[in-house]
């Protein structure tokens, strides 16, 4: 079996960031500083213009955090840094001078809807439904909220945490403002995110830069922010309340 990883290729002044998990590509957190890590690489590389962030295989593009470290959490400090993962990757596609475009090929789950949401320009197919599931087990989705929030809105936004145990369609998210296009297959997604991606590398990249400045503007607190919302996440997930909830996955 293939072992987690991320990964960066470039084509044509194109940086394709794949990340990879066995488990639903679920992420565990040396594969989010891995990819916090990595995009912040591409963002400095001079071959890069546009970058597309992409999962491997062709059902769920992210389960959210992993599943087993979480359970594993016995301490306030190792639940901070667990559900500091998301945040450090959020805040790198954040403050990346490159526009992020976002290839949605399956479900989306807690933090992928977070990865969906911080993407400058998400693309996707109509398998991929978006779901939060984190109050569920006594948490919430506390880290990913600004970007979910920034993107879909507070009313679309409340409305997945509150059901927290029902997917929505990928034309439900379209329709909020998360996915730009839904595309009836990942055929037909890859050649829309391909002729996208190479079309934005053509243009002015200061053009770019600028305008990636624009659609962030009002964010700079989220350094901050986030880190507190991970402290937050990390005191919930050692409750009475949440460890019940946990020892029924096991």
């Known amino acids: 079996m293939k072992k987690p990883d991320v990964s960066l290729s470039i084509n044509n002044r194109v940086g394709y960031i794949e990340f990879y998990h066995p488990n639903h590509n ?102 991929a439904s978006i779901k939060l599931s984190e109050l569920s087990i006594g948490i919430g989705p506390f880290v990913i909220e600004p970007a979910v929030t920034r993107k879909i809105g507070m009313t679309a936004m409340s409305q997945m945490t509150l059901n927290a145990t029902e997917f929505y369609s990928a034309e439900w998210a379209k329709s909020k403002g998360l996915y730009a296009e839904v595309f009836d297959d990942i055929e037909a997604l890859d050649l829309a995110v391909t002729t996208l991606a190479e079309k934005l590398s053509s243009y002015n990249p200061e053009a770019l830069e600028h305008m990636k400045s624009v659609f962030w503007e009002g964010t700079n607190h989220w350094g901050t922010l986030l880190k507190e919302r991970a402290k937050v996440s990390g005191k919930l997930v050692l409750s009475d309340f949440t460890k019940a909830a946990l020892k029924r996955f096991k």
């Open 26 to 127: 679920a992420m565990p957190s040396d594969v989010l500083l891995e990819l916090e890590e990595t995009i912040t690489l591409a963002g400095r590389s001079d071959a890069i213009a546009v970058i597309v962030l992409k999962s491997a295989g062709d059902r769920t593009f992210c389960a959210g955090a992993s599943f087993n470290e979480l359970i594993a959490i016995n301490s306030v400090q190792d639940g901070e840094q667990f559900f500091s993962g998301f945040a450090g990757v959020i805040n790198a596609m954040r403050v990346c001078p490159k526009l992020i475009i976002g290839r949605i090929q399956g479900k989306a789950v807690g933090g992928g809807v977070g990865l969906a949401s911080a993407s400058d320009y998400c693309l996707a197919t109509q398998y």
